[in-house]
């Protein structure tokens, strides 16, 4: 018992001997960065910032892991405010957010890793990534961040159990400035502060997505990225088309997802890349490949086309989000030997993905 007591203790000082004290940053500083429309207010007692389509940044900040902490207040009105933090720039960090008008529901909160200005949140959802919580609207709310490493939990007011467990950051965990922002409503943000913490104590006990299931595609080779009116009408591949293409190496995540923000910002000249991947079969077969995407695709087998779809959001219905999962199964004329399989992915909003699970790998090996 004695030993168990003095063990606990060592950790915690140990703890609170890599710590800075935490720093409280006013919104009447100078070293906030703004961009957007906002004001300073007083709000219900507290000295505030009021953030409407907007963002404040930190940038003489450097924190790879340790606390951030806010108090925020938002009507009921469709929109996100959240906090940025472990940012490069202002177009690559980590994000957390909350959806005012998705109070109560599964994804009232949620996680997401942002490559080249683009959230990931149709690639990221559910258990890890959101959670449901009901919000108090138009009163002061007190947000907790205690980043560690690949893990982050999120405690709201007084909790002393974290709502949200992010326990598989995707960014590499390296150090960067930090920031708030709302998007598409207003809001109000008080006593901001940070802290330097080198092993921030992590309540959540330890968790990890399952495994990817045999089958799954791990390894893309991922062209540059180019405009979709490229591809326009074509069900075949031509050979010019092919040698302007450049190609790198991406691995895919547990889930079978390979995360193409990483490739490149999305403009009309940008919104599409090839995420390609070779077979090699026994016999001449037709295979059935189950697939999932983000927001528009076209597969290519051998050069020709075989699929085409789309998943926008709300392009179903007003309900519809376009999430990513394995939604889709195509068919693949396979002929003996090696085969090239070529998705054509187009991002249009909410992230850019791709999966690939073949049901069964009988008479057939995935090339790595």
Same mark, same amino acid.
């Given at each position: 018992m004695k030993i168990s007591v003095f063990l606990n203790l060592f950790v915690f000082a140990t703890t609170l001997a890599f710590a800075q004290s935490p720093e409280v940053?006013?919104? &009447? &500083?100078?070293?906030?960065e703004f961009s957007g429309e906002h004001t300073l207010e007083e709000y219900k007692g507290q000295s505030a910032v009021k953030l409407t389509n907007?963002?404040?940044y930190l940038s003489d900040v450097s924190l790879k892991n340790g606390i951030i902490e806010y108090d925020i207040a938002f009507n009921s009105e469709r929109g996100f405010v959240g906090a940025m933090f472990r940012m490069q720039d202002q177009e690559n960090?980590?994000?957390?957010?909350?959806?005012?008008?998705? &109070?109560?529901?599964p994804d009232a909160m949620q996680y997401t890793p942002v490559y080249n200005g683009m959230a990931g949140w149709q690639l990221y959802y559910g258990e890890g990534h959101g959670t449901p919580h009901f919000y108090r609207f138009q009163e002061w709310m007190h947000v907790k961040l205690v980043i560690a490493d690949q893990q982050m939990e999120v405690y709201i007011d007084n909790m002393n159990v974290p709502v949200l467990h992010a326990f598989d950051l995707k960014r590499k965990a390296e150090a960067g400035f930090m920031g708030i922002y709302t998007g598409g409503k207003e809001a109000y943000f008080a006593n901001f502060s940070f802290q330097s913490v080198e092993n921030p104590p992590i309540k959540s006990a330890p968790q990890s997505f399952p495994a990817a299931k045999e089958g799954t595609v791990m390894q893309w080779e991922?062209?540059?990225?180019?405009?979709?009116k490229q591809l326009e009408n074509q069900t075949e591949l031509s050979k010019g088309f092919k040698s302007r293409l450049n190609w790198r190496t991406l691995m895919s995540e547990s889930s079978g997802t390979v995360n193409l923000g990483q490739v490149s910002a999305v403009a009309e000249e940008t919104n599409t890349v090839v995420a390609k991947f070779t077979v090699d079969a026994d016999q001449k077969q037709i295979k059935p490949l189950l697939i999932g995407y &983000?927001?528009?695709?076209?597969?290519?087998?051998?050069?020709?086309?075989?699929?085409?779809?789309?998943?926008?959001?709300?392009?179903r219905d007003y309900r519809y989000l376009g999430t990513i999962g394995y939604f889709d199964t195509v068919y693949l004329p396979l002929n003996k030997g090696n085969n090239e399989v070529w998705f054509a992915v187009t991002e249009n909003f909410g992230g850019w993905g791709v999966r690939a699970r073949f049901p069964s790998s009988e008479n057939i090996s995935i090339a790595e």
């Open positions: 940053v006013a919104f &009447s &500083s100078d070293r906030w907007g963002r404040a960090y980590e994000e957390y957010y909350m959806r005012a008008h998705q &109070s109560g529901n991922v062209s540059n990225a180019f405009g979709s &983000s927001d528009m695709v076209t597969v290519f087998v051998n050069g020709k086309a075989v699929y085409g779809g789309q998943r926008n959001f709300r392009s």
